[in-house]
């Protein structure tokens, strides 16, 4: 919700612009407040369950997020699922959750872009994640803009789940980034039952 904030205050930017310097720094501080609103709270929902989570499950959250983002106004996102006819369990919905929210968080942050694509398939034996966005992209190969604290925090997640990134993304032609989690025996048999 704060990152959506931001994204309406952003949009007031170019008024605010035309204002005088006191309106200004009043701006530029209630700016740097959400910011560091933002960061805390992320930090505080990541030790955190989420309700509609924990009770939906990982599709419905996912969704919900989406709306939440494209009634901003300044980011359309769409999701598109297959295969989620059983839940996963709820510590890996809830590290898959986090790890879609920082790309998208990092897309509203980072990319510049208006469109954010979102899937989730999951088949028998994997879990596969593409998010693309139609944004400025950036030079995954220099540490500077492709090993941020999102990209990182992504990793730690992806090792805790055996899972893979993989990042495609030119400089002013977008960014896909593909994940594969591998779905665990045990829980295949559980499901079934």
């Known amino acids: 919700m704060i990152s959506t904030v931001l994204l309406y205050f952003k949009a007031l930017e170019p008024f605010v612009s035309k204002q ?10 209630v700016n740097d407040l959400l910011r560091q ?3 805390e709270i992320r930090r505080i929902t990541h030790d955190l369950g989420n309700s509609i989570l924990i009770e939906f499950g990982l599709k419905k959250q996912v969704e919900a997020m989406a709306r939440t983002i ?26 898959v959750y986090r790890i ?12 510049q872009a208006r469109t954010l694509l ?3 398939n999951r088949f028998k034996a ?27 925090s992504i990793r730690a997640l992806l090792r805790d789940l055996n899972g893979i990134l993989n990042i495609d993304s030119q400089l002013q032609r977008g960014t896909t980034i593909s994940i594969d989690i591998p779905i665990p025996e045990i829980f295949h048999l559980n499901s079934a039952q």
């Open 20 to 29: 005088a310097e006191e309106p200004q720094k009043k701006y530029s501080t």
């Open 37 to 39: 609103a933002a960061t």
């Open 70 to 95: 494209t009634d901003s106004g300044q980011l359309e996102v769409h999701v598109n699922t297959y295969g989620f006819k059983e839940r996963l369990d709820s510590l890996t919905e809830a590290r």
């Open 100 to 111: 879609i929210q920082e790309l998208a968080n990092n897309t509203i942050k980072h990319a």
């Open 118 to 120: 979102i899937q989730l």
């Open 126 to 152: 994997v879990l596969n994640i593409l998010v693309e966005d139609d944004g400025k992209g950036f030079d995954p190969n220099q540490k500077s803009s492709g090993a941020g604290m999102g990209l990182n």
